[in-house]
């Protein structure tokens, strides 16, 4: 299954920018469906950015983040070729994770 | 790396701590929620404070405290989001040492919206789009050097996110 998570890391001028994309439906549990049922709350709940084995960015998500969520953070060092490994999980338990490589 | 956000968290749940034995002497050991409060200094999820209906609890239940208002937090959001389902914000601040950057709309549902935590290297900078139910504040929390921040700007929502 192709991944959920979609980045893009730049490293440039000691700084890596790392942008992320992330198909989910964040579900908040106030919405009904078409008869009248609230579609269950479904959200990421945590979403961790590690790079040289040590995190250097975590995201605690509630429902009001919108679906298919995207984030954008920057970090000092990383460097081209880098490996940046991503993951999250949401309030259901189900993960994802990914490794991108740093351009 | 980890020697200052555990001295911060240390020096946070110290406060909780002090915080949760005033409310237990004030009020007799009622409802202070210490299990949860510490969840968050221990770099767990912070369930309840995302449950909680009323912003300025959530952010208490997050953080131990409130915040003061800071002109060196820059919060961008729009003046108008014609569709509350996709808001886009950001923070960035010019505050040394920072922790945590979090998103509270106090007009949701449940107003803690995201929470980042920030260890040392990671520049104090966040860009996200958020849900929101109708016109409300954003109010962007930034805590550094131990401290908590806060600014807030209103967007208009001509159609909400959240309802149904």
């Known amino acids: 299954m192709a991944s959920s998570i979609r980045v893009r890391a730049i490293a440039n001028g000691g700084i890596t920018e790392v942008q992320t994309l992330i198909q989910h439906p964040m579900d908040s549990g106030f919405i009904k469906d078409e008869n009248g049922q609230f579609i269950p709350a479904h959200f990421i709940q945590e979403l961790t950015f590690e790079h040289d084995g040590r995190k250097v960015f975590v995201a605690d998500w509630g429902t009001a983040v919108a679906k298919d969520p995207y984030v954008k953070f920057s970090f000092k060092g990383g460097n081209k070729g880098d490996d940046l490994k991503v993951g999250w999980i949401d309030n259901q338990g189900t993960t994802d994770t990914t490794t991108v490589k740093i351009q | ?164």
């Open chain 2, 1 to 164: 790396m980890s020697n200052l956000r555990e001295s911060l968290s240390v020096t946070r749940r110290l406060i909780l701590e002090g915080a949760a034995s005033i409310a237990l002497v004030g009020l007799g050991a009622i409802s202070f929620p210490i299990p949860t409060a510490l969840a968050a200094a221990n770099d767990r999820y912070p369930e309840a404070a995302f449950k909680q209906k009323d912003f300025n609890e959530a952010i208490k239940l997050l953080y131990g405290r409130i915040a003061e208002q800071a002109d060196k937090i820059k919060l961008d959001a729009p003046e108008i989001a014609e569709n509350g389902a996709v808001v886009p914000v950001s923070v960035t601040t010019t505050l040394d040492d920072v922790t945590s950057i979090s998103f509270v709309v106090p007009e949701n549902p449940n107003p803690l919206a995201a929470y980042y935590r920030l260890p040392p290297g990671t520049m104090p900078s966040v860009a996200n789009r958020l849900k929101m139910a109708k016109t409300s504040n954003v109010i962007a929390i930034v805590e550094a050097g131990g401290k908590l921040y806060s600014t807030s700007r209103e967007v208009k929502v001509t159609i909400g996110g959240c309802g149904g």
